[in-house]
């Protein structure tokens, strides 16, 4: 079967058909344009926010908050849930917390300012759904699974466990970078993990989506 290639033009139309957004998400994707801020396409945005909602989850933890773009993708899915989310850059964290208050949901998002692998292990509390935003941020493959597993632990049966930048422009194939890498190791372990049952879906760069087995 012939692949579609993904084209400018085609994203487009793909982002086309995802509702207007609310006024706060689409001048979040105007300023990451414009500064070059990392953070998931609107079509992903969407996704998860579904996939959210599919999964009837409630408690988010998410690690890499930049300015809270995917945080209000998530928390929209889960009709008054919570998200706890990790960023270690003081200046996007006051910045997602900002964007939390204008968008109405500062009192459900609480940004902590810490390493993940740190912050993640003083963390007890249990999630119903786990977004990884940090794969190509990690300083060696150990880490990387270090920190799945960490999340892995905080997520009981039903829940998803998803990450983006699951195909790291294609690098997964012949991995020469650290980041890439860090990639290729998260996706073997989701993908031989018994506790999981997983796919990748070609969207943007990539995203990992695992369900913990009941």
């Not at 939390?100 to 509390?125: I, P, T, W």
């Amino acid at each position: 079967m012939r692949t579609v290639e993904v084209t400018e033009e085609l994203q487009e139309y793909l982002n086309s058909l995802v509702p207007p957004r609310e006024p706060v998400l689409a001048r979040m994707e105007e300023e990451a344009s414009r500064e070059n801020l990392p953070i998931v396409e609107t079509h992903e945005g969407a996704l998860l926010s579904l996939l959210v909602k599919i999964a009837g989850a409630k408690r988010i933890l998410e690690l890499g908050t930049a300015i809270g773009y995917s945080g209000i993708w998530l928390l929209r899915g889960t009709s008054g849930g919570s998200l706890t989310t990790f960023e270690v850059d003081h200046k996007r964290a006051e910045r997602a917390r900002a964007n939390f208050s204008e968008a109405g949901l500062g009192k459900q998002a609480s940004v902590l300012e810490q390493d993940a692998v740190g912050g993640l292990q003083k963390l007890h509390d249990r999630f119903d759904a786990c977004f990884i935003d940090l794969l190509n941020s990690f300083p060696s493959e150990e880490v990387t699974l270090r920190v799945a597993e960490l999340c892995l632990e905080r997520l009981d049966g039903g829940a998803l466990l998803m990450a983006d930048n699951a195909l790291r422009q294609g690098e997964v194939l012949r991995p020469k970078t650290q980041q890439a890498r860090n990639v290729a190791s998260y996706n073997q372990w989701v993908a031989r993990h018994p506790r999981l049952e997983s796919v990748v879906i070609p969207i943007r760069d990539g995203l990992s989506v695992a369900r913990v087995r009941d």
